[in-house]
């Protein structure tokens, strides 16, 4: 009976009615793309028109794409197009607009609407509660539009529902984006965060959490949290929650007391320090579990300490005074020094490199540190000359808190820092005995405490030490360990003075020349022979570091392109029992110097040994020089 009346009153539903009901029925299922398809279709199709669609906004409020389109019985591809010259520009700022005829002659520009032969045009704005334009919604056709109050009313029912699905769509698409957000936000927190309900089940286990529990966040959601909290948390938590859902309070929060544990999930108990709170969410509560593994910060402290300490060497490395990339040299003595190198660089083996002051002991061990296989690990320097006898064991081996007066924190030492890889002690033999034996002890076996500690710690380290002085004498005038003496020179390495390799004078002197005009800005191309001459003629008793200096000091008073030597004495000082050289003309100088070079080496040309490269000329320009000063080799 009843559906009888029900037929019966939609025999007699007016046309708007009937239309409006079909609205609703093709469109109450449907969202997003098959709502606008829906819509568009039936619009078209009710009043009826060849053409309509519904379009937003693309990226820019001059460009459109449409969302749905029908098009002379059947849907056709979106489109994007720009607004000038359309009659949807009038439209998007918001006004109604209705061209009853002749609309593809009132907008050439418009192409689309031209090759469709667009006659009548009605378009509206869809607008939000808020006021702002959304997009619109659109029908046109071959034929004229009059102005009919029913047609109107149809659409803008039709665009009434146009506008609160694409309301709807923004509202979801802002409420994903801010829902990733926050998920990027908790996963990318450096605390565990923990979101359980008034259940106590677990809702929500940040990234942090599944390094801090051991346990994947797939696993967790669901669990009880009391699975995870040692029984003091768990009670702390249990009277939280109970307190909270007593409460009228929309929001609370305590700090956790001191002393609490939480478990992992393979029960190994951690200490925490966290916080707990509640927030209200529609109708409960959710709580929320902020911690942190006070062992791992702990670590992690102490790493951040070790950095620092590591690149804080690595700095007083680049400001080493005697700091060039390579070591130069060309001399037979040098030859035999870089073959040792190679020899015991990929080894363990402890070494001690044993030279004048200035002979580039330091630089001998990088590069022996460098061609080992620990050169991805620090090198660290020791000056043991420059630590007072106090604070030397200290340095070693570090300290701990209230080891001493103004031990503040805890120290890590030197060893513990170069764990891995390789320690430069220099000057090792200015030492004191006692220090002598701890560190005799730590090169047999590789352990210490710290200063004011018991805990014995282990390392792996490569010792290379360095000294000028005899420790042999040391020794048998009790001034130094034979046990640490022997257990240091397992590989020695004798570094020449400079005097006993000339050869390489010249070598380094272009060398420093390079560097050190580039850094002060100068350009020097050539050095004069007489300024060479005075280079190899002097003794040099502070060796590569006073060759340097001399340089530099050379480099500043240089007026030209060219390096000369100063009779006064400025650049080069006079050597004790140094014979001033004798005044002989400017080409005799010049020959003389060429043929000293030429019997060193061999009177070999070419080649990285040759004259050609020690005098810095092309071997053909010095042939020309030979042929020119009259220098020959001897029979």
């Known amino acids: 009976m009843s559906h009888q009346i029900l037929t019966s009153a939609a025999h007699h539903l007016s046309p708007d009615d009937a239309l409006l009901r079909r609205l609703v029925e093709v469109t109450a299922t449907a969202v997003g793309e098959q709502f606008f398809r829906a819509l568009v279709k039936q619009l078209a199709l009710a009043l009826p028109v060849g053409y309509a669609f519904v379009a937003e906004f693309a990226e820019t409020n001059t460009r459109v794409r449409t969302l749905a389109y029908w098009g002379k019985e059947d849907f056709r591809a979106n489109v994007e197009f720009n607004l000038p ?244 040299g060309a001399s037979p003595a040098m030859e035999k020094i870089f073959q040792r190198i190679k020899q015991v660089a990929g080894t363990d083996a402890t070494v001690l490199v044993i030279g004048e002051t200035g002979t580039g002991k330091e630089l001998i061990a990088r590069a022996i540190h460098n061609r080992s296989k620990r050169k991805n690990r620090p090198l660290i320097k020791v000056n043991c000359a420059a630590l007072s006898a106090g604070l030397i064991e200290s340095e070693f081996f570090g300290h701990e808190k209230g080891a001493f007066t103004g031990a503040i924190s805890q120290r890590i030492g030197r060893f513990e820092l170069a764990n891995g890889g390789t320690i430069f002690l220099d000057e090792i033999g200015e030492i004191s005995l006692e220090v002598q034996a701890k560190l005799l002890r730590v090169l047999q076996e590789q352990e210490f405490e710290r200063v004011g500690g018991s805990k014995t710690l282990r390392v792996d380290v490569r010792v290379i030490a360095a000294t000028n002085r005899d420790l042999k004498k040391a020794v048998e005038e009790n001034r130094f360990r034979a046990d640490l003496y022997y257990r240091l020179n397992v590989f020695p390495l004798n570094l020449p003075p400079l005097r006993e390799r000339t050869e390489d004078i010249s070598l380094l002197v272009r060398y420093f020349v390079g560097k050190l005009s580039s850094r002060i800005g100068k350009r020097i191309t050539r050095i004069d022979p007489r300024t060479m001459e005075g280079f190899l003629a002097y003794a040099w008793p502070g060796n590569i570091r006073e060759l340097e200096n001399v340089v530099e000091r050379a480099v500043i008073l240089a007026d030209g392109p060219v390096l000369e030597y100063e009779d006064d004495a400025a650049i080069v000082p006079h050597a004790a029992g140094h014979k001033e050289m004798p005044l002989v003309p400017l080409e005799e100088m010049e020959k003389s110097y060429i043929v000293r070079v030429l019997e060193k080496t061999d009177w070999v040309i070419e080649g990285s040994k040759g004259a050609a490269t020690i005098l810095d000329m092309k071997p053909n320009t010095l042939r020309s020089r030979m042929q020119k000063l009259n220098i020959a080799r001897p029979k």
């Open 85 to 328: 010259g359309t009659p949807c520009e009038f439209v998007l700022q918001g006004n109604f607009c209705h061209i009853p005829t002749g609309t593809a002659g009132r907008y050439p520009q418009d192409l689309g609407l031209v090759r469709l032969n667009a006659d009548g045009y009605l378009g509206v704005p869809l607008v939000a509660e808020d006021g702002q334009v959304l997009g619109h919604l659109v029908v046109f056709d071959d034929q004229p539009m009059p102005d009919e109050p029913r047609f109107l009313s149809i659409f803008q029912i039709f665009a009434g529902r146009a506008r609160v699905e694409l309301e709807r769509i923004r509202a979801e698409k802002a409420l994903l984006e801010s829902e990733n957000r926050l998920a990027q936000i908790l996963d990318s927190a450096l605390d565990a965060i923990v979101t359980f309900d008034e259940t106590q089940h677990i809702r929500l286990f940040n990234q942090a959490a599944e390094k801090v529990f051991r346990m994947a966040a797939a696993d967790a959601i669901g669990k009880p949290v009391g699975l995870f909290l040692s029984a003091g948390l768990n009670q702390v938590v249990t009277e939280f929650v109970a307190s909270c859902l007593e409460s009228q309070k929309e929001a609370t929060s305590l700090w956790l007391p001191d002393g609490l544990t939480a478990l992992r999930e393979s029960m190994e108990e951690f200490p925490l320090e966290g916080s707990l709170s509640v927030v209200r969410m529609a109708k409960q509560r959710l709580f929320t579990i902020i911690l942190r593994d006070i062992d791992e910060r702990k670590r992690a402290e102490a790493e951040i300490r070790k950095l620092q300490m590591e690149n804080l060497y690595l700095q007083e490395e680049l400001k080493a005074e005697y700091n060039f990339e390579e070591i130069v």
